[in-house]
């Protein structure tokens, strides 16, 4: 008897620990730069370009073609969410607050930056779980700084471009158009 409770309960725990797993990046929260918790759920309805973005990075430059799409699309319900990472190279060595004034003064960025996150690991935040875990329709590790997944209006993965993909790109501005067309 004691033996079935206590299988059940581990059993029980087991489903607990699988239903915290997210579903949706809507169902994910996150640290702004400022450090407010925010949830992801704020973006619905909204073409999502979530990128890994690092301040001394060969790709760095692709902060000003990332500040042009944003807008260029933004009032047709695209958005941009960087998120620092220090995983490649240590690119990233700055603080919240230097990541933010560097991007503002060198690039003018105006779309939302986030806290400085490990996008690969064991230390893997739940966002980057979701996006490139193994249950993922675009699984695999980060590769570098400035990979990109395009997200639909319905939460869900449309694309994943590596960091060599200009963000002024055809390939990357025509799935864009292509997902703003979706409701």
């Excluded at 797993?21 to 979530?50: E, G, M, P, W």
């Excluded at 047709?76 to 220090?86: A, K, Y």
Aim: hydrophobic letters at 40%.
């Amino acid at each position: 008897m004691i033996m079935n409770i206590k299988h059940t309960l581990i059993l029980f725990i087991m489903t607990l620990g699988i239903s915290v797993h997210a579903q949706s990046i809507y169902d994910i929260s996150v640290k702004t730069i400022d450090a407010k918790t925010v949830k992801l759920d704020q973006y619905k309805d909204k073409v999502v370009l979530i990128v890994n973005v690092a301040s001394e990075c060969g790709y760095t430059p692709q902060y000003e073609g990332l500040e042009s799409i944003y807008e260029k699309y933004k009032n047709q319900g695209f958005v941009i969410l960087g998120f620092p990472c220090n995983q490649f190279g240590g690119q990233e060595p700055g603080t919240n607050e230097e990541i933010k004034a560097f991007c503002s003064s060198k690039f003018n960025v105006k779309f939302p930056l986030f806290d400085k996150i490990e996008v690969n690991g064991e230390n893997r935040h739940p966002l980057y779980e979701l996006l490139a875990g193994k249950a993922s329709a675009f699984a695999g590790d980060i590769t570098w700084n400035f990979n990109k997944f395009l997200i639909g209006r319905d939460g869900k993965i449309v694309l994943r471009f590596d960091s060599s993909i200009e963000p002024t790109s055809k390939q990357l501005t025509g799935a864009i158009e292509q997902a703003l067309k979706k409701n």
